[in-house]
């Protein structure tokens, strides 16, 4: 049996109300039902201060548009922004959840295909819900916290 189902109101970074449909199952995992023109990982940062969730592994499947991939440059130390243009089915979502100057602080991967069954694949900028993104969150019993690398300039896993 699961808890009731839930419907979350925010306020995103643009002041726009979401609605967001989650339920807990018996077992203290979450699915999160994201809409169209749900902003991804703006939503998924949203619902996890909401539901006090400090660390976690999360996974995913629907469909997006319009989706900003980056590819970290090592010389460089920063990401290669790339947005891709059009619909695309998301075959898998795959991250993990940290506390980030006290926020959570999701980090993803995406494997993204088109209308040909071509594949595109990066570390998630942002992308927005077409029909549906369809999640599964696995709460960690830790604290786990990102701080700054200085090597990378990245911020890091602390283990
Ligand atoms: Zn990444």
Request: charged share 25%; glycine share 6%.
């Amino acid at each position: 049996m699961v808890k009731n189902i839930k419907l979350l109101l925010l306020k995103n970074q643009k002041q726009e109300v979401m609605i967001m449909k989650h339920k807990q199952t018996e077992d203290g995992n979450f699915l999160i039902k994201l809409e169209p023109g749900d902003r991804v990982i703006n939503a998924i940062n949203s619902i996890m201060e909401y539901l006090n969730i400090k660390a976690g592994l999360i996974t995913g499947i629907g469909a997006v548009n319009n989706p900003t991939l980056g590819y970290f440059d090592i010389n460089q130390k920063k990401y290669i922004e790339k947005t891709l243009t059009g619909n695309f089915e998301v075959l898998s979502l795959n991250g993990n959840i940290a506390q980030k100057e006290e926020k959570p602080f999701c980090h993803i991967h995406v494997i993204l295909g088109d209308n040909e069954m071509k594949t595109f694949g990066g570390h998630l900028i942002e992308m927005e819900v077409t029909v549906t993104l369809e999640l599964i969150v696995i709460p960690l019993k830790e604290n786990l916290r990102r701080t700054p690398d200085e090597t990378t300039s990245l911020w890091l896993w602390n283990l």
